[in-house]
């Protein structure tokens, strides 16, 4: 990474300290801008921050960090930054996935060779469609790895593209329009429901969307990363961890975060940044904050939502044009160690029948605290399930939310009650969180978590830029290129802080 120190009067405001926005700002920190980052919650961290309630700690919304082996993007960032890493340990096997009616899980392991003979015993004669996702995640790694800007918007950005490119690269030409059920056609596949079930089951996860929609060089991405030498890891002590460490970054060169400060409007003249309206939510005060640059960390929902100008009517009408991302619903219980089953994962997913339905797609993400991980008191652990869920549902007459609330929470705890032992006895603190809850915590419009989905109109060179129509004015996050998770919304925070350090 460049290290060449900009001039101290160039000032830069972050809106929101989710990790991107965090990312960023510290970078920039680093490499000697004025930074300040405002957010309106109460701690940093965004959809990877945590809360406590009766001696638990749980995490809000991400449960796992990519990134972190060595040459990973937050390996890289907290080189830079001269941080130290959170300890973490690998997951492994990164998910155990449960299918309807089956009592044995689909293990994906960390170790290749355990991951290759695990799926050729679930998904007899598949293995060359497995072949070609790891010859793309290959070939899409090291391209990654070389800081390409997607989509480009200028020559600058073209040129960055361009120069990440090698002979390797070019596999991945041929397969830019196809999506996942594309590729299983290709290898006969697309017959096989078990097999589809479980793609569509993982992608979810890391796309909102399944076979017949995500792209295919994006799931070939999604699907491997899990595997040595790159991987999943579970943070010891909690997700906020990562925040923290982030902070330090910042606070260590200069940089200043604001927490309690929501951002209410991007001001602008001839179409280019000229500040920001900063409301303190304890005391009411407003003012304008000037600035040369600001950084978004918010969704594109949000960002059309904070200026008037102009220059970004297109940008809304395609906004407006996205599909409806998702919301989650989240259950966060704290239980008795004696609830969780001997070599239980830390990550589970389990699909139930169409006629056990929790949210839209009658499945549920579960995460395990492990002894010791700092999450719960001794003899006791935190056990997080999530499914995906249409946000509207929530927004309703207010009559209903509170009883849709309360389904939700006890269908949820049935259902992993056919694995766990939920008894009463067993199970010492429960809260429920809806995309109500979100929109109140990390003010993402109407709750929505995940970014806008990886289906090809939204992937890579036609997604939605780091730079916005507006000059100087920036978008990290799950909405820009390479997508949501921890990982990816710091390669797009370390790609707008390059672009910035350009000038052009």
């Known amino acids: 990474m460049a290290t060449a120190l900009k001039s101290k ?67 890289r ?12 340990t690998d997951c492994d096997p990164a998910c155990a996935v449960f299918l309807p009616g089956e009592t044995e899980p689909i293990n994906v392991w960390r170790d290749q060779d355990k991951w290759q003979e695990e799926r050729q015993r679930q998904f007899p004669g598949s293995e060359p469609f497995w072949n070609l996702l790891n010859r793309l995640f290959e070939a899409s790694w090291r391209f990654q790895g070389r800081d390409p ?33 594309d590729a299983l056609k290709l290898y006969g596949l697309d017959g096989d429901q078990r097999l589809k079930i479980f793609l ?38 909690s997700m906020q961890v990562l925040s923290d460490r982030l902070v330090t970054g910042l606070e260590k060169y200069g940089g200043k975060l604001m927490m309690r400060h929501s951002v209410e409007q991007i001001h602008t003249k001839s179409g280019k940044v000229t500040g920001v309206t900063v409301r303190n939510q304890k005391t009411g005060a407003t003012w304008i904050e000037k600035a040369e640059e600001v950084v978004t960390n918010v969704t594109a929902q949000n960002l059309v939502k904070l200026t008037d ?16 991302p998702s919301g989650a619903f989240v259950v966060y219980l704290g239980v008795k160690r004696e609830a969780i089953p001997a070599d239980c994962s830390p990550h589970l997913q389990f699909l139930y029948d169409q006629d056990e339905v929790i949210g839209e797609n009658n499945s549920l993400f579960v995460s395990v605290s492990k002894p010791g991980d700092g999450r719960a008191p001794e003899g006791q652990a935190t056990l997080i399930a999530s499914s995906f869920t249409d946000v509207d549902l929530w927004w309703k007459d207010d009559r209903d939310y509170d009883q849709i609330k309360q389904q939700y929470t006890k269908e949820a705890i049935a259902r992993l009650g ?5 008894t009463p006895e067993n199970i010492i603190y429960t809260e429920a969180a809806t995309p109500r809850t979100f929109a109140n915590y990390t003010a993402r419009e109407k709750g929505i978590v ?12 036609f997604g939605f830029a780091n730079r916005t129509p507006i000059k100087h004015l920036w978008l990290v996050g799950d909405s820009t290129h390479p997508g949501e998770g921890t990982a990816g919304v710091s390669y797009s925070a370390l790609t707008v802080v390059r672009q910035i350090e350009a000038g052009i």
């Not at 000032?11 to 700002?25: P, Q, R, S």
């Not at 076979?211 to 790159?230: G, R």
Request: proline letters at 6%; glycine letters at 10%; one cysteine or more.
């Open 9 to 75: 009067q160039t000032c830069i405001v972050v809106v929101g300290a989710g990790i991107g926005g965090l990312t960023a700002g510290a970078l920039l920190a680093k490499r000697g801008y004025q930074v300040k980052i405002y957010d309106q919650a109460i701690v940093p961290g965004g959809c990877a921050s945590t809360f406590k309630r009766s001696g638990f700690t749980f995490d809000v919304g991400a449960t796992q960090v990519a990134g972190l082996e060595p040459g990973g993007i937050h390996h």
């Open 77 to 88: 960032v907290f080189q830079e930054l001269a941080i130290q890493p959170p300890r973490a």
């Open 309 to 324: 100008d102009k220059s970004l009517l297109n940008y809304q009408r395609r906004v407006e044009k996205l599909p409806q």
């Open 418 to 422: 056919s694995y766990f032992n939920l």
């Open 200 to 237: 569509d089951l993982q992608l979810k996860l890391y796309s909102q969307v399944g076979t017949e929609e995500t792209a295919l060089l994006y799931a070939a991405t999604a699907l491997a990363v899990s595997q040595a030498p790159q991987g999943l890891f579970h943070l010891e002590g």
């Open 450 to 461: 995940g970014g806008l989905g990886q289906r090809i109109s939204t992937f890579g060179p």
């Open 149 to 181: 800007v997607l989509p480009p918007r200028n020559l600058w950005d073209l040129w960055q593209l361009v120069s990440a490119v090698r002979p390797d690269t070019l596999i991945t030409v041929p397969f830019t329009l196809m999506t996942v059920a």
